[in-house]
């Protein structure tokens, strides 16, 4: 198994600009999130699904769009960069049956420069 | 709405012991969680407590009180690789309700 697998591991944008950030899982995890993290300020989600066809906003979801067409991939939109968004991404997921254990699993990050 | 609060900072002495505590202020409580981040690296998992008491996982354990809205990991006999952010998690709803992380308590052992 690979676990949970996020491209691109580095990225460098120009304000304005638009990208996605991929999220994979091939642990068939209904569960799925993406987190910022900057410094001093923790992991802060942004959005989350609990599958298929089903996406919430976190606590900072402004900026970014998420879809889910399918269980496995969870891609993480920013629609016109801004240096705000400056940041380390990670992508967690969890079967929803065991979200009561607390244990996500991470990947190992996206670091976003937004120049 | 839930808040955690962590220190920012610990050092400790290679050998030692140290404890990072949490407290957290949630609507409802679902169980308190900590993860380990070394430098450039992911969030893993360490510990889950739901039930106040004491849970022990080899040189670390975690512990939780309820009633004090009020948790703590414990490290002992620290080694030099422990140097690492320390981050509690909770939830404060059932269901699908997402896990929201403290701001992370750096540690640094120091030989």
């Known amino acids: 198994n690979a676990g949970v697998t996020q491209t691109p591991k580095f990225q460098v944008l120009k304000t304005g600009q638009s990208m996605t950030l991929q999220c994979a899982q091939d642990m068939n995890h209904e569960y799925m999130s993406w987190y910022r993290q900057d410094p001093g300020m923790g992991l802060r989600l942004i959005h989350y699904?609990?599958?298929?066809?089903?996406?919430d906003q976190g606590e900072v979801p402004n900026g970014y769009n998420v879809s889910r067409s399918t269980t496995e991939d969870f891609p993480l939109r920013l629609l016109s960069a801004a240096p705000s968004q400056t940041s380390v991404y990670f992508c967690?997921?969890?079967?929803?049956?065991?979200?009561?254990?607390?244990?996500?699993?991470f990947g190992e990050g996206s670091r976003l420069t937004v120049l | 709405g839930q808040s955690l609060e962590q220190p920012s900072e610990v050092t400790a002495v290679e050998g030692a012991i140290v404890q990072i505590n949490c407290t957290y202020q949630?609507?409802?409580?679902?169980?308190l969680s900590w993860y380990q981040q070394h430098d450039g690296g992911a969030p893993t998992f360490l510990s889950y407590n739901a039930l106040d008491g004491l849970e022990e996982t080899g040189r670390f354990s975690s512990f939780l009180s309820r009633s004090d809205s009020y948790g703590y990991l414990l490290l002992q006999e620290l080694q030099m690789k422990d140097s690492a952010s320390y981050f509690c998690a909770v939830r404060d709803g059932g269901g699908n309700t997402p896990l929201v992380f403290g701001k992370g308590t750096r540690l640094s052992v120091i030989a």
């Open positions: 949630t609507s409802g409580f679902y169980g």
């Open positions: 699904s609990v599958g298929a066809g089903i996406t």
């Open positions: 967690a997921s969890i079967p929803i049956l065991a979200l009561n254990t607390g244990e996500l699993f």
